[in-house]
């Protein structure tokens, strides 16, 4: 029997977009045009990768990303334009002090109308602020030099930007723990009262850096009505499916993945799409954060380094029983 393509069982539903860099088109590029019709770029974007000096843009990898998105039939996210990691130094202090308000402002203006400029109009969607939200705890906003300097005010002015600058592009928020209940309210009150006061955001990113354990199949469904209900376009963004929790002390042996984990992610997987097909009128597209096994930040980011094997396509570019469980349906 001829396997089934993502991008085509999902081609009623949504997009199935995946996350690349410059390797990963090269050495995964026969899994990325037969299944996937979007990508975004995992680091090539963002803002030390493309602005790392005042008076420098460096476009050449984020360049070559988006031809073959275009060469390739392929819609392609812009991610990200704020965010609190991976943002060059000089960006908040000038002359070894602290920039002023204005003067932030001023290069979260500039930076924007630059960058979003450069890609015009081939960047359909922006993640314009990335995870500014506090996890825990009372404050909504996670404590950040942009908050420091700027105030709350950084958000609402890195859209107005975007919005000035491509205003034929869909601006989305992005963050993740976005199923987590005490982050899900704080998410949604910053969203509320930023449409309230006319801040032009058209969407929000609903990262999916899940595991086997949480977040569970209801706490998803209520997530996505939550954000749904506020009148935004939805986009999963960052999905994979670690084996392991990230407080999981255990450090996999090598070898095969333990049978059980790989059956509970299995079902998962066809259990968590099951509900993204229900809301296929909410949710534009779905964005893995990575192509194959061989190569997620998840392994990367743990130490002692693991292997979360978090999707659908195992070391080998193979398709897993995961794979399966999401496009036979």
Request: charged share 25%; proline share 5%; glycine share 6%.
């Amino acid at each position: 029997m001829e396997q089934k393509s993502l991008k085509n069982a999902y081609e009623e539903f949504f997009f199935m977009g995946a996350a690349v860099n410059s390797r990963s088109v090269v050495t995964h590029a026969g899994l990325l045009k037969e299944h996937f019709n979007s990508i975004t770029a995992e680091n090539e974007m963002k803002f030390e990768s493309v602005h790392p000096e005042p008076d420098t843009y460096v476009f050449g990898e984020a360049d070559a990303l988006l031809r073959f998105a275009k060469e390739n039939g392929m819609r392609m996210r812009g991610h990200t334009l704020v965010w609190h990691n991976q943002t060059p130094q000089w960006v908040f202090t000038e002359n070894g002090k602290a920039r002023t308000k204005e003067s932030l402002l001023a290069i979260i203006r500039e930076h924007i109308r630059t960058v979003t400029s450069h890609f015009s109009p081939d960047i359909y969607c922006w993640d314009v602020v990335n995870e500014a939200v506090e996890d825990k705890g009372s404050a909504v906003l996670r404590s950040s030099p942009w908050l420091e300097i700027a105030g709350e005010s950084f958000i609402e002015e890195a859209f107005r930007a975007a919005k000035e600058n491509v205003p034929d592009a869909l601006l989305f928020y992005n963050d993740y723990n976005t199923c987590v209940p005490e982050k899900r309210e704080k998410i949604c009150a910053l969203l509320k009262g930023l449409l309230e006061k006319g801040v032009p955001i058209d969407g929000f990113g609903m990262q999916g850096h899940w595991n086997v354990t949480a977040p569970s199949l209801d706490e998803i469904r209520r997530s996505i009505e939550a954000y749904a209900s506020l009148g935004l376009k939805l986009q999963i963004t960052e999905m994979d499916l670690s084996l392991y929790a990230q407080s999981d002390p255990t450090l996999p042996q090598p070898g095969p993945a333990p049978a059980e984990l790989v059956k509970r992610q299995t079902e998962l997987y066809g259990d968590i799409f099951r509900i993204f097909r229900e809301y296929k009128d909410v949710i534009q597209s779905v964005t893995f954060w990575g192509v194959a096994d061989d190569d997620t930040w998840l392994d990367r980011f743990f130490k002692p380094h693991r292997a979360n094997h978090p999707l659908l396509f195992d070391e080998n570019h193979q398709p897993k029983e995961a794979f399966r469980a999401v496009v036979d349906f």
